[in-house]
């Protein structure tokens, strides 16, 4: 006779049961014990470690002329599977853009849409002007700025928590990034349009339509490392106890 019962239909493949018995005397098919990595000791970093390794992440720029193999990639964005997800929904997929000519008409596409924003005046509208008319008048890609890959995040549209569950997804890859020699900066303009449904973006990427854009982030080698971690705005909190 068995003490313990799954109702499988309301597991959420989250794991905690089997991966919380020392004995691992528990083991459930919807999270299977084999899948699990066995962890030494936790926490796995001491605060200190943990402060330099999250404020070592930097939003990079400028990027090295080279392309980021595709293995070193899928390993990448294999860490986005185990951030947080709104009910273990576990829902995000991901596009890559690698080919140059698409990653230049991205820009130009999103630069369009910007534009159109502005006439309608809807968007960040004050800060897409100056933006704007900078990028027209240099000629300079500021949207992409020569990166090499562009990943974006993607959900069904009818599932309501894609946004929320790329952004997470995206912190943890942005994260790992550095330990891969990598660098990554979130993509705004891009994924405003993207995210707006915006036809053109949507048309060259082949989008399902089903499929809703949830984010872009760009990724590459850095150009440069740097040397210190700048500080940021004081905390703010209110307590109420
Ligand atoms: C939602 C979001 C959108 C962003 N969009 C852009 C962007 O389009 N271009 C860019 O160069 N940086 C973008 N950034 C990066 C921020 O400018 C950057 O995180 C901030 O300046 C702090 O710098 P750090 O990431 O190096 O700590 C974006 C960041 C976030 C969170
Ligand atoms: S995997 Fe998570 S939801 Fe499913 S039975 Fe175990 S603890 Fe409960």
Redesign the pocket.
């Known amino acids: 006779m068995s003490f313990l019962n799954v109702n499988l239909n309301k597991c959420n493949q989250c794991g905690i049961c089997a991966s919380v018995c020392p004995a691992q005397a528990l083991d459930n098919p919807k999270a299977p014990l084999q899948n699990q990595k066995k962890l030494d000791h936790f926490p796995v970093l001491s605060s200190g470690q943990a402060e330099e390794f999250l404020r070592s ?3 990079i ?1 400028v990027y090295e002329d080279k392309k980021i193999p595709n293995n070193t990639l899928s390993k990448l964005l294999d860490m986005g599977r185990f951030a947080e997800t709104g009910g273990n929904s576990q829902s995000v997929s991901y596009l890559v853009v690698s080919k140059k000519e698409i990653l230049q008409q991205l820009s130009e596409m999103t630069l369009t849409w910007m534009e159109q924003e502005i006439e309608k005046g809807t968007g960040w509208v004050q800060l897409y002007k100056g933006f704007v008319k900078n990028c027209r008048t240099t000629g300079e890609d500021l949207i992409l700025r020569g990166v090499p890959h562009l990943i974006f995040g993607k959900a069904q549209k009818a599932f309501p928590l894609g946004r929320e569950n790329t952004v997470l997804s995206f912190s943890y890859i942005e994260l790992y990034a550095t330990s891969l020699g990598l660098g990554t ?6 994924e405003n349009a993207g995210r707006s449904g915006y036809e053109p973006m949507r048309k060259i990427l082949g989008m399902d339509e089903n499929e809703v854009l949830t984010g872009a982030l760009m990724a590459g080698f850095p150009k440069y490392r740097y040397h210190r971690l700048p500080d940021r705005n004081p905390l703010s909190i209110r307590w109420i106890d």
């Open positions: 992440r930097r939003s720029r900066c979130w993509a705004g303009f891009v």
